[in-house]
């Protein structure tokens, strides 16, 4: 069954650093996510990309976030200048084209973000 | 603002119960209600679908229900495992939006 596979698995950075997360959504969907999990909380909605431009974002997706589509396969998540608070799991999510009703969400094993 | 509320936050039962999972959310105007189990550290894995015009989906001990002009949907499990131990979450998709919105979860614990 297809996958979406996120890299690295965990990372540990100072406070202050630059930090990219990576994911390699399903091939064939069009839509994608990011989400994040602080420990012991609700997953939040960060941002959706379509079409090479954002299409939705939270509060949480500040100026120290940013997504890019660098080429055909690859989805990434910067963050610029890394804080305490930005510790969490971070998932990839992708959709496949068509209607919301049918389809639903695929979400990769996520990316667990240490800062220090 | 939608919100999603998951009772109980805890459940445990001997191997064997069958068990319903609840799932309540303020807003009714949502196309889609997603069910993600989530094992400690890992990601989610999708459970069930249910579209905003069904009234339940089904996929082989779990039987998800959707009444939405309720707000509501529950999870039922059928003669629960110890493999089923770990967290279950359900998640709306509004209509006035492209995001997924999550409840906090139920932390299940299945004893043999």
């Known amino acids: 069954e297809p996958e979406v596979t996120q890299t690295p698995s965990h990372q540990v950075t100072q406070m202050g650093q630059e930090v990219i997360l990576r994911c390699v959504p399903i091939s064939n969907h069009l839509y994608f996510y990011w989400y994040r999990q602080i420990l012991g909380q609700k997953v939040e909605f960060l941002v959706s990309?379509?079409?090479?431009?954002?299409?939705?974002k939270s509060e949480i997706f500040d100026d120290q976030f940013s997504v890019e589509r660098p080429d055909g396969s690859n989805f990434t998540l910067k963050i610029r200048s890394t804080k305490l608070e930005d510790s969490a799991m971070y998932f990839c999510?992708?959709?496949?084209?068509?209607?919301?009703?049918?389809?639903?969400?695929?979400f990769g094993s996520g990316t667990r973000l240490t800062v220090v | 603002k939608q919100e999603v509320t998951q009772i109980p936050a805890a459940l445990s039962v001997p191997e064997g119960e069958n068990l319903v999972l609840n799932c309540s959310f303020t807003d009714s105007a949502i196309y889609n209600l997603q069910w993600f189990r989530q094992d400690p550290g890992k990601g989610l894995t999708s459970l069930l679908l249910?579209?905003?015009?069904?009234r339940e989906q089904t996929s082989g001990r779990l039987n998800a229900s959707l009444d939405k002009s309720s707000g509501r949907s529950t999870l039922y499990i059928a003669a629960s495992q110890p493999g089923d131990s770990a967290t279950y979450l359900c998640a709306v998709f509004n209509q006035a939006g492209t995001a997924l919105i999550f409840g906090k979860g139920t932390t299940l614990s299945v004893s043999s």
């Open positions: 249910i579209q905003s015009s069904q």
């Open positions: 990309f379509y079409n090479n431009e954002i299409s939705e």
């Open positions: 999510a992708s959709r496949r084209r068509g209607n919301i009703l049918n389809y639903g969400y695929t």
